[in-house]
């Protein structure tokens, strides 16, 4: 078997020498399409030797091809093209598992957020909020005796969520509003301490990069009333360094494997 796949590359390599000798002597169109022939045959080659590359030391190898060869610098070429396919397809899987990694440990990285006033963006009016607010509670009334609810922390879990939380009245409930292209509409129960927490799944509707508004307001669904929305707070979506790398990971294999391609090339065509 392995002489076999010796062969086959041994034909390959022969094969390459000999298109090589006509792209050196042809000019034009024909050169051209012998140019690409070229690039697609070093390409196949460094497919099928790369078992030979990983199973086979190279000096058995190279003794193999001087042996049955007839090129003086086959061995050489060999080596060259050994040492291209391994450190491309080494710096290749190297990243990838970096991006394993990245993958696995990185969602606990940011931690706790700040809640914080954007310059430059414009409030909610108060009759787009209570608008929004009859939409999602029907024939609520406005009530200034219900208290509104407090919006004061936002955090990110390990997950990649986000889960919002704050205070408001006893064993009430709370409508809450997230903005992004789209709005996002929750109603939580607040709890006997008067504490509540809403959490957005990441998975369900991904936060947009950039800076989003909340606001909430409290309902109480047996009086069927509604207390004047929050104030808006606003917070920032920000890819940490760790997630920023993991996006752009996949361009950085690619160009890796270009990059290692295109010297392989320019290297094979200097041994002709």
Avoid: C
Avoid at 76 to 86: A, E, G, P, S
């Amino acid at each position: 078997m392995k002489n076999r796949w010796l062969n086959l590359v041994l034909s390959l390599t022969n094969r390459i020498y000999a298109v090589k000798q006509r792209v050196i002597e042809r000019t034009g169109a024909g050169g051209v399409i012998d140019i690409l022939g070229l690039i697609i045959l070093e390409i196949v080659l460094a497919i099928v030797s790369l078992p030979l590359y990983v199973g086979l030391r190279a000096g058995r190898v190279t003794a193999f091809l001087e042996e049955k060869g007839g090129y003086g610098k086959i061995a050489f070429d060999y080596n060259l093209r050994r040492l291209l396919t391994l450190t491309g397809v080494g710096i290749f899987l190297f990243i990838w598992l970096i991006k394993l990694g990245l993958i696995l440990i990185t969602p606990s990285v940011s931690g706790p957020m700040r809640l914080y006033n954007v310059s430059g963006l414009r409030p909610l009016s108060a009759t787009v909020e209570q608008t929004a607010a009859s939409a999602e509670t029907r024939s609520a009334k406005l009530s200034l005796a219900l208290p509104s609810p407090v919006i004061d922390g936002v955090k990110k879990t390990t997950a990649g969520n986000y889960v919002f939380s704050g205070s408001g009245r006893p064993l009430s409930s709370v409508v809450f509003f997230l903005s992004d292209q789209r709005t996002m509409v929750y109603t939580v129960d607040v709890g006997a301490d008067g504490r509540w927490s809403v959490e957005h799944n990441q998975k369900n509707y991904r936060l947009s990069d950039g800076n989003h508004s909340i606001i909430a307001f409290t309902y109480d669904k047996n009086a069927g009333q509604r207390s004047v929305v929050s104030a808006e707070q606003f917070f920032k979506v920000q890819p940490t360094a760790f997630e920023r790398l993991v996006k752009n990971v996949d361009t950085l294999a690619n160009w890796s494997v270009t990059i290692i391609i295109a010297l392989g090339l320019v290297l094979t065509f200097l041994t002709v």
